[in-house]
């Protein structure tokens, strides 16, 4: 999988929101950068980067290296992203939303829906027995919804996904292969020697 800078900010938004963008532009494709040199050149407080970068190395997408000052005596956090954490983040997170779909996919084949005229709320067959077919937020009677183009949509989706998958694997399993025969080459080379 060739991970490019708009996968990472995938990744990076779905974490930190869009505040984190600046901080991955500085991040990106640099190695040991200083927190306070982050700070000044995305304009934030410290205490700001700090926690992005907390909460970045609680999912492993970064790492860091700490020195000491030798005049403050103070500790000082030298940053770089892990591109590698960052593509199994991004695998994990699409088989994770492939599955939510499938599961909502089957939802909607499966129940009737409810929906307000005004387009309120879409309420679930049971959830409308529960309001007694009203629209809980005006009042309406809801009216039983189609959920045809939904499972059409849900569909396309999901064989989007899938196929992205699909390929990702297979470019995975080709990788190996030729990490074998690498190996052995190798081996037969030093057998020979």
Not at 58 to 80: A, C, E, P, Q
Not at 109 to 121: A, D, I, Q, S, Y
């Amino acid at each position: 999988m060739r991970l490019t800078k708009k996968k990472v900010e995938e990744i990076i938004i779905g974490i930190l929101g869009p505040d984190g963008l600046p901080l991955l532009k500085q991040l990106y494709l640099k190695d040991n950068i200083s927190e306070f040199e982050l700070a000044t050149k995305v304009k934030r407080d410290i205490k700001v980067i700090r926690k992005m970068l907390y909460f970045l190395y609680n999912h492993n997408l970064v790492s860091f290296t700490r020195k000491k000052d030798k005049i403050k005596g103070w500790y000082i956090y030298y940053w770089t992203l892990s591109l590698d954490n960052i593509k199994f983040n991004y695998l994990k997170r699409k088989k994770d939303l492939l599955n939510r779909l499938t599961q909502r996919l089957e939802e909607e084949k499966r129940e009737l829906f409810f929906t307000c005229p005004n387009h309120c709320v879409r309420l679930n067959f049971d959830q409308s027995m529960d309001f007694e077919f009203h629209c809980p937020e005006c009042g309406q009677l809801v009216l039983q919804d189609s959920s045809e183009d939904k499972v059409q949509q849900l569909k396309k989706q999901v064989e989007t996904i899938t196929a992205e998958l699909k390929e990702l694997n297979e470019v995975k399993k080709v990788r190996k292969t030729e990490g074998k025969v690498r190996k052995k080459i190798v081996r037969k080379k030093a057998k020979k020697k």
